[in-house]
């Protein structure tokens, strides 16, 4: 039909071509690709909101990193647009990885505030003193429940701090020691129980140990104002370490130990706390590692956990070691004096 009303196929340059085309074939308006851009919603996940945006994008022209993310975080649904805003990035993909971890700690707060609370423990009622309450020994139990009745004992808790002071059984005048088997059953009730007596940390000091803690931005990735990354070698490999006042202790990811060699031993089954409550299995602790920062070299005691954003997470047990410290959190810079030298450390991203 083109060839026929046009008489002379040559005569019809591409330009006609494809814009007859277009009027033929194509969409009957022209599609607006920058509003479909801005007026995109979010649906699903940072992931596919991110796929989606980055389609859309492509068609939209050219637009400056600043536009990019302007429009990207304003289709972020809240809190995640508030957090990443504050954090003012720089580009495109600053943005989208800042979303990302933002949308991870949102998941993870969440999951904590979904578990059910732990039921209460029942105390005993201390309102009666008629009724005392009573703490049996269970093998004393069976004991007078299968054997003629024995003699009934009753202890006040002034006794029992007598008897605690002077190391002796609470059945028996033997002193109470490690392995001691008591030859005489009593049916023991302890009236006015004072449970904070049992419970004061300093009266058992080994209840008093607290577990190790983590900052939650160590886990997630998310690096704020008061922290500084480091690079650490040990031997011959370099790590990535993160310098948290946040942190207690010092840890290191599971995969970074691994590849290293390290030899660790049996932490008994202790568990890392994160900040946002959560518990993190520890899978060992090793001592007196040798670590060298920017030729200075020092020896720490990390537990080794599940790291994903770095290879270690050095707390406030490693920088107590250093002393007085002038901590600069905007240029990423930490100067302290080690054995007569001033040291000073440059963080990743200095600007110094």
Aim: charged share 20%; proline share 7%; hydrophobic share 35%.
């Amino acid at each position: 039909m083109l060839e026929r009303d046009a008489g002379d196929i040559n005569a019809i340059s591409w330009a006609l071509f494809r814009s007859l085309c277009q009027q033929r074939f194509g969409p009957p308006l022209g599609t607006n690709h920058l509003s479909d851009l801005a007026r995109l919603q979010f649906r699903g996940s940072v992931a596919d909101y991110q796929e989606a945006f980055q389609n859309r994008m492509a068609h939209a022209g050219y637009l400056s990193p600043e536009q990019q993310v302007q429009l990207f975080t304003g289709g972020l649904p809240d809190p995640i647009r508030t957090d990443v805003e504050l954090q003012a990035p720089a580009d495109l993909q600053r943005a989208m990885s800042l979303a990302r971890a933002y949308e991870r700690r949102a998941s993870s707060l969440e999951f904590t505030s979904s578990k059910p609370p732990r039921p209460p423990q029942q105390t005993p009622n201390l309102s009666q003193p008629q009724q005392p309450v009573s703490t049996a020994v269970p093998l004393a139990i069976t004991a007078a429940q299968s054997a003629p009745s024995r003699p009934f004992r009753r202890l006040s808790p002034q006794e029992m701090a007598e008897r605690r002071r002077q190391g002796l059984c609470y059945n028996c005048d033997e002193p109470y020691v490690q392995g001691h088997r008591c030859q005489r059953l009593f049916y023991l009730e302890v009236s006015d129980f004072d449970e904070s007596e049992e419970l004061d940390p300093e009266k058992d000091p080994e209840n008093s140990e607290l577990p190790p803690l983590i900052s939650l931005h160590a886990i997630t990735g998310i690096r704020p104002e008061e922290t500084m990354q480091l690079r650490v070698n040990i031997g011959n490999h370099e790590l990535t370490a993160l310098l948290d006042s946040g942190s207690t202790h010092n840890f290191v990811s599971m995969e970074a130990a691994r590849h290293i060699g390290l030899s660790f031993h049996d932490s008994k089954g202790k568990n890392v706390v994160v900040a946002n409550g959560d518990r993190v299995a520890c899978r060992g602790l090793a001592c007196d590692v040798a670590i060298c920062i920017a030729g200075s070299f020092f020896t720490v005691d990390c537990y080794t956990i599940p790291l994903d954003c770095y290879d270690m997470v050095l707390g406030v047990s490693f920088l107590r070691t250093l002393g007085p410290i002038l901590w600069d959190f905007d240029d990423l810079c930490m100067a302290f004096w080690h054995h007569g030298q001033r040291l000073l450390w440059k963080g990743i991203g200095s600007t110094r």
